[in-house]
């Protein structure tokens, strides 16, 4: 409604100023004219005014609202569905993709505004040129057809480009996670950089052609309005003489156009932008829907306090890692764990390890079998409270900043934990989270550790945590630290090839190539 009120006395503030030009007198202005003038203006300013804020609050509120949205989603995804999503995609969207909608909300209004605006002076022209309104509908009406099929094929090409970010944001990110690994091999190096360097120029080349077409596009439309204001100079005063008085009016009501038409045209590209930016959300939330539609329950509302833990049991247990219709199995398995044990995992790289691990807690439902936790399956609506059972530490472990969802200790306790974990000096426990996390890749495994200490779950997962530690730390880790969490009650499955310490364990179990044998009968040195 603002919006209208903006236009509308835009275009009234022309029908005044012409007015007024025809009927100046000894050179003076009607009183009534500027009393007109003053109060359109002001009209217009406040309409303006109002339009623009409230568009770029709401805008930002919306997108505020729809990120949220996506991030409820993920969160009811399983691990599996959004790794086979990526996060090159689901970054994309949550950042990119909502940012492109939000820059293009002020274009977009001046784009609805010039719209009304358009329209608004066209009724004008009709009224004091009818010969002017009929030509002129003509030439925008076939400029515009064409422009907005031209610009389809612009739409194609954002969207082709949107695609290749896609692809570069994976490979960005994998860049920095094998950094290490990069700066090992100049080999390796030049290759991961070509195919950044190809996927990049392929994205640059796409938004080039649509800038290219934009551009085309841009001049095609100046074109044609010159081409309207040369006809109805030079070719319409043929139609008869009415037309000659009108003609300065006319004219003044054309040029006026430019600026409306030039807010059209200048806001097309964004649309063309957002629609893109707007396609790749839609198609991310209906996937993220596909995925969780079936599910019952919110994965996110506070899960009942379970019964006490006394056994977890993988029943003839399977699952593939598809890839192209092939990839690397495990199972069918068959493995109970009973609350209170120390048991360990051992296994050659690449045998399943870290698979069955995420099986055991529920971050990867099984393809067939049953999670059985006191002999009830775990289901997927069963299945977050199976998981808040469990504390980890994962061989690609992520260690926030903040103790997300972790009551603070205080300051006593903090200290605490700190010199447990030899970590005193080096790190603090604040109200907004660690003091840093610059440290050691030994040390960061400690703090994440420290941070699943203070979960206090019933069990304790940890994934090859050991191997990054140096030998006196390791010493304590097996001697003191596992005995005192069994003593306290804990269950703990560790991943581990520290074979000298495998007497620690009650139970151990080896994995070789998805297949699991218990050894617990077996010499450690077997």
């Keep these: 409604m603002m919006a209208l009120v903006a236009g509308g006395m835009n275009s009234a503030l022309l029908a005044v100023v012409n007015g007024a030009a025809d009927h100046i007198e000894n050179g003076r202005p009607q009183i009534a004219s500027v009393v007109l003038f003053l109060i359109f203006i002001s009209a217009y300013v406040y309409a303006q005014r109002y339009v623009l804020v409230t568009t770029s609050a709401e805008v930002e509120r919306l997108v505020h609202a729809y990120r949220e949205k996506l991030i409820t989603q993920l969160k009811r995804c399983e691990l599996r569905e959004v790794e086979h999503i990526g996060r090159g995609r689901i970054f994309s969207a949550i950042s990119t993709d909502t940012q ?46 064409i422009y907005v099929r031209r610009m389809r094929d612009v739409h194609g090409l954002f969207h082709d480009a949107s695609n290749e970010e896609n692809k570069l944001h994976d490979l960005v990110s994998g860049f920095l996670d094998g950094f290490k690994e990069v700066k090992l091999s100049s080999q390796r190096a030049a290759a991961v950089l070509a195919d950044v360097v190809t996927v990049s120029a392929r994205t640059a080349e796409y938004r080039t052609d649509a800038q290219r077409s934009m551009s085309l596009n841009f001049i095609f439309a100046q074109a044609a309005f010159m081409m309207l204001l040369g006809t109805l100079v030079f070719l319409t005063p043929m139609f008869g003489n009415t037309y000659s008085g009108t003609v300065m009016g006319s004219m003044t009501t054309v040029m006026f156009l430019i600026g409306p038409i030039s807010g059209i045209i200048g806001s097309v590209p964004l649309v063309a932008v957002a629609n893109a930016a707007a396609e790749n959300l839609q198609n991310l939330e209906e996937l993220l829907n596909a995925h969780t539609r079936e599910r019952n329950g919110d ?178 880790f097996y001697d003191v630290l596992l005995p005192r969490w069994k003593a306290l009650g804990k269950t703990i499955i560790a991943v581990t090839h520290d074979d000298r310490y495998f007497q620690i364990a009650d139970r151990r179990f080896h994995l070789e190539e998805g297949q699991l044998r218990n050894l617990a009968e077996i010499p450690t040195n077997g």
Aim: proline share 7%; charged share 20%; aromatic share 8%.
């Design 100 to 145: 492109a909608i939000s820059q293009s909300a002020t274009g977009l209004v001046y784009g609805v505004q010039s719209a009304v605006l358009i329209a608004c002076v066209a009724v004008y022209l009709a009224m004091i040129s009818m010969t002017s309104f009929v030509i002129a509908s003509v030439f925008l009406g076939m400029t515009a057809s």
């Design 299 to 476: 994965p996110l509302a506070p899960t009942p306090t379970s019964p006490a833990l006394r056994t977890i049991e993988l029943r003839r247990v399977y699952f593939k890692h598809e890839a192209n219709g092939s990839g690397f199995a495990v199972g069918p398995l068959d493995l109970t764990i009973r609350a209170g044990e120390t048991v360990f995992i051992t296994g050659g790289n690449g045998s399943g390890k870290s698979t069955l691990i995420k099986l055991i807690v529920g971050l990867y439902p099984p393809l067939s079998g049953d999670l059985l936790v006191d002999d009830i399956p775990v289901t997927p609506a069963s299945a977050q409270a199976h998981r808040d059972r469990f504390c980890a530490v994962f061989s690609d472990f992520h260690l926030f900043r903040k103790l997300y969802g972790v009551p603070l200790p205080d300051v006593r306790s903090a200290a605490t934990w700190l010199e447990e974990m030899e970590l005193t000096g080096k790190t603090e426990i604040l109200p907004d989270g660690y003091s840093t996390i610059d440290l050691s890749s030994g040390q960061r495994k400690r703090l994440a550790l420290l941070s699943a200490l203070l979960e206090d779950k019933p069990v304790i997962v940890l994934d090859e945590w050991a191997a990054d530690q140096d030998p006196p730390f390791r010493r304590k």
